[in-house]
Structure formats: C-alpha cells, structure tokens
C-alpha cells in the first residue's frame, strides 16, 4: 500500500465531511513526520525527526530565573534542616551534626562557619589555614565573606581574587562615633560614581553560583548591575527610606567572574558573599584594634538578619589582646559583656554552636633593650600586658559560666617570654612588636585549632 493511500478521501456531499476533515489532517502529520511519499516500506524516521527542539533558559546568561537578580528580606525564610541543640556536656553538638549532615549528603546548601575578632582575625592567614584544613576534610562551599576593600592588604579571601574600579570609599565599624549602619561584614562600602565596580574572580575551578549582600537603601540611592563572566544578569535599584535589604543573584553554571556595578548615584554595600552548593564556609571578620566591645557599634537588626541568612553551625569570638593592653579592665564587668554579646548571638541563631578564643600571650618590654654592642643580662626581660591576665580570666570563666566551648590559644604562646622565643626562631613565629605573629605563626595556631575541631568531630562520631 501506497503512503498517501493512508489519507482518507473526503467526498463532496458527505455528511461527515468535517470529521474526515480532521482525520486528513492527522494522517497527512503522519505522513510528513514519516518524511513523506515512499513506493513500499515507510521512510526510516531520521535522528533530527526524533531530537525535541532545544529547550532555552527561561532567565538572562542560561539561569533558570527570569529574574536571577533580586532584592529581597536579607534572611529570607527557607526550610532548614534539623539540627541538634547544644548544651553544656556538648557545646559544638550544633556544629558536629552540620558536619555529619555534609559527610551524609544531606546538606542543602553551604554550612558556615563565622569569626568575629581583631586584628589577629582580621588577617587571612590564620583564617586561611582554618579553611583549608576544614575544606579539605568536608569539601568547599565557596569562599563566602569578601573583603570590603581591595586595598586592604591584610584581609583577602584566597578562594577569589578581587579587583577594584572607580572610587569606593570604605569605613569600619571601631569608633562608635563612625556613622552606620554596620553589619556583619563590620565594614562600609560607599561609591559615588557610576562605573564603580567591584570584580571577584574564582581560584576555584569549580566556580561560584551564588552572590548575597547587604545594601544601604539610600533616598537618593542608585542602581547595581550584577553580571558574570561579563554578562548582564540584571539591574536593580537600591533607593529607600533607610535600613538595609538583601541583594541575591543566581549565577549561571560555570561562572567564574562576578561583577557588582555602581550604575548611577550613590550605593552602599555592608557586606557581600559568594558560595556554591554544599560544603563548608568559613569567614572571617575583624577589625584592627577591636574589642568585644565594638559589636555594640553594629545595626542589631542587621547584624541579626545577615547572620541568620547564613544560619551558621557555628560562630567564634576572638577577642581579648586589645583589652590586655588596657589599664581599666574591671573583670566583672567584662563578663557581663561577654554575656551580653553570646545572650544576642544565642537569640539571633539559637542554632548555631558558640565558641570562644582564649587570647594569645603578647608581651611588652620590662626594661629597656641592651644599647647596641652590649650583652643583655641573663633573664627575660618582656611581661604581659596590665590587664591580659583578667581578659583571659573572664573569658575562660564565661566560657563555662554560659555553657560554650573554648579553645585555649595562650597554650601555644606559653607566656611573655614564650612569645619572645617565637620572635627568635628560625623562622620566626612572632613580629618584633611581641603582639602580632608572622603568616608560619597564624598557620601553626591554625592548624592547632583546625585540630581541635576535627578531633572533637571524630569523638563525637565514635561516641553517638
């Protein structure tokens, strides 16, 4: 039988006409799909008959957003997964669940780990040695927080590069005379002009798939253009009557480079971040010269609000060395403080796991220096700090009063004279000013306390 002898013949005059109509249009869609007329067997059915047209991304650069850019509450509700509380006899059971739950494949999304601290955190070395060691065990969510400056020369993330274009006038969050709002981030990041831009590109190859950050609604505020590896995902304005609102942006697989633009008047940023899928997170913020204290200079609200956008597993204040170098430090009154800043931490993520750094030993000098040439009599000539002593008292004690874990950094230090040994070897562990240490210091104690937190995960394994 013939192809087209499948076509049925509609008549004139037949009462039917209409439904043979039809059955002439399906049986010709047949026959066309079949690749038409053929003298005996059927047409074989070609590959590009069976390929379905290419489905395009619904959103701009192949996301599946029609608006992967977008502003929105800065913790916008989501379903998290359960987490054991902590308690005293388990203070980081928050922490080691998080971790199970991203060996088990059962995390969602990234599990973060947050430090707020001075100058010794303010640095990347130590918290870069944390993140890989950790990255390393539990796998990479990205490199989270971002420098607020890419001038600063002691505060970059080594999973992205950052570059700078335009103007960007940036201010901390250390005088409580400095205009907010601040935030997490304990920064602010102002541009002017248009063009201004900040540029983050991956180390990673695996790339980046998420931006967040916290935007100052200004009155007369201006637009910022998100893009990735140069193309535009979107604009959005930031005008408001005040306070602060999340910008989210879904970026495309394979994006490598993200780009947040000033496009026209003034914006302010308070913090952004980039993360990927699951795996650990690990920021680091901090101020030189910071005390415990300083929080108190941050927009509550805010604070609260980035915080339980990144609803971390755990969360670690390392304070003290300042303090140390006061001379008015009541040590009571330090305690109250501490229990004031982990009574917010515990309101703002009741999730989370809290712990505290006992600080390092620093020195200052006792007596003079030996003149040049001169033999320096025998004996150590550095002592603590006036009020090192009761920082690490307070801390110690709140640590146990309030049921949170501590990690005891002095252990490693060993003492004003300790720290001047450290200045001494080869290579050297501390800087001349007996306060801060070189990068192989920060990288030893890092390790140290890297350590601390896997050796508790694996007990906590064996014994649950």
């Not at 013939?2 to 209409?18: E, F, N, Q, V, W």
């Not at 060395?321 to 330090?334: I, K, S």
């Not at 450290?422 to 290579?427: G, I, K």
């Amino acid at each position: 039988m013939l192809a087209t002898d499948r076509i049925p013949s509609c008549m004139p005059g037949s009462k039917a006409i209409a439904r043979c109509a039809r059955s002439a249009a399906s049986a010709l869609a047949v026959l066309l799909a079949l690749g038409g007329c053929s003298t005996g067997a059927s047409a074989p059915v070609t590959q590009a008959a069976m390929t379905p047209p290419a489905v395009r991304s619904p959103g701009p650069c192949g996301t599946d957003r029609v608006d992967p850019v977008r502003l929105e509450a800065i913790a916008a509700p989501r379903t998290l997964p359960p987490r054991r509380a902590a308690s005293r006899e388990q203070p980081l059971a928050p922490f080691y669940d998080a971790l199970a739950q991203l060996e088990r494949r059962q995390a969602g999304e990234p599990v973060s780990i947050v430090i707020l601290g001075d100058s010794h955190m303010a640095g990347h070395v130590f918290a870069g040695r944390l993140r890989e060691r950790l990255q390393a065990r539990f796998g990479s969510g990205g490199p989270g927080a971002m420098p607020g400056r890419a001038q600063h020369r002691a505060y970059r993330n080594p999973l992205a590069e950052v570059q700078q274009t335009g103007t960007w006038n940036g201010v901390n969050s250390l005088r409580p005379a400095t205009p907010g709002p601040f935030g997490l981030s304990l920064y602010r990041l102002r541009a002017e002009e248009s063009g201004a831009a900040l540029l983050a590109t991956a180390t990673e190859p695996s790339g980046l798939e998420r931006l967040a950050a916290s935007v100052v609604r200004l009155p007369d505020g201006g637009h910022l253009r998100v893009s990735a590896n140069g193309c535009t995902l979107g604009t959005v304005a930031t005008a408001g009557p005040g306070g602060a609102v999340g910008l989210v942006a879904d970026l495309p697989r394979g994006t490598t480079e993200v780009t947040v633009e000033a496009v026209d008047g003034p914006v302010e940023l308070i913090g952004w971040r980039l993360t990927r899928g699951r795996g650990l997170v690990v920021e680091n913020h901090g101020v030189n010269g910071a005390q415990l204290a300083m929080l108190a200079h941050l927009d509550p609200e805010i604070f609260a609000a980035e915080l339980r956008q990144r609803d971390p597993a755990l969360v670690v204040l390392a304070f003290g060395t300042n303090e140390a170098f006061t001379t008015d430090l009541a040590e009571g009154r330090y305690r109250a403080l501490i229990a004031e800043r982990v009574a917010a931490l515990r309101q703002a993520v009741p999730r989370a796991a809290i712990l505290i750094v006992g600080p390092p030993d620093s020195a200052v000098a006792s007596r003079p220096a030996p003149a040049r040439g001169r033999r320096p009599p025998p004996g150590c000539r550095w002592k603590e700090p006036p009020s090192l002593a009761a920082a690490k008292a307070a801390l110690r004690q709140s640590a146990a009063d309030l049921g949170v874990a501590y990690w005891d950094w002095s252990r490693l230090t060993r003492g004003p004279c300790g720290v001047d040994a450290m200045t001494r070897r080869d290579p050297p562990l501390a800087q001349a000013d007996h306060v801060h240490f070189t990068a192989e210091g920060y990288a030893q104690a890092a390790e140290q306390f890297a350590r601390f937190l896997i050796d508790g995960y694996a007990r906590r394994r064996k014994t649950s």
